[in-house]
Nanobody, 122 residues
């Protein structure tokens, strides 16, 4: 079992950057693939990016390719989401999640953080 806590959200102007962190508890963090999802008001939760257990395989939603970068440091039990060139449409609550595979489906993940708000002003 793993508990996840996101941090790093906030208010930023369009074109700016933020780095989100997701800290996991427990010794088994490195045995989980990790994902980042986001949910805007009135919309379904959507996949942003995923990273494999070792960090050597990543995937991205088309909407964030070339702007967002996911990474992980298993020694620190932490996964990161570097977000550059932010747009107003990136505004959402961002969640990290842990599961057996870094797929794009919400139901593929077993553990979720509480989320962190990202607001991008125009």
């Amino acid at each position: 079992q793993v508990q996840l806590v996101e941090s790093g959200g906030g208010l930023v102007q369009a074109g700016g950057s933020l780095r989100l962190s997701c800290a996991g508890s427990g010794r088994t963090f490195s045995s989980y693939a990790m994902g980042w999802f986001r949910q805007a008001p009135g919309k379904e939760r959507e996949f942003v990016t995923g990273i494999s257990r070792s960090g050597d395989i990543t995937s991205y939603a088309d909407s964030v390719k070339g702007r967002f970068t996911v990474s992980r440091d298993n020694a620190k039990n932490t996964v990161y989401l570097q977000m550059n060139s932010l747009k107003p449409e990136d505004t959402a609550v961002y969640y990290c999640a842990a599961g057996p595979r870094a797929g794009g489906r919400v139901y593929g993940y077993d553990y979720w953080g509480q989320g962190t708000q990202v607001t991008v002003s125009s």
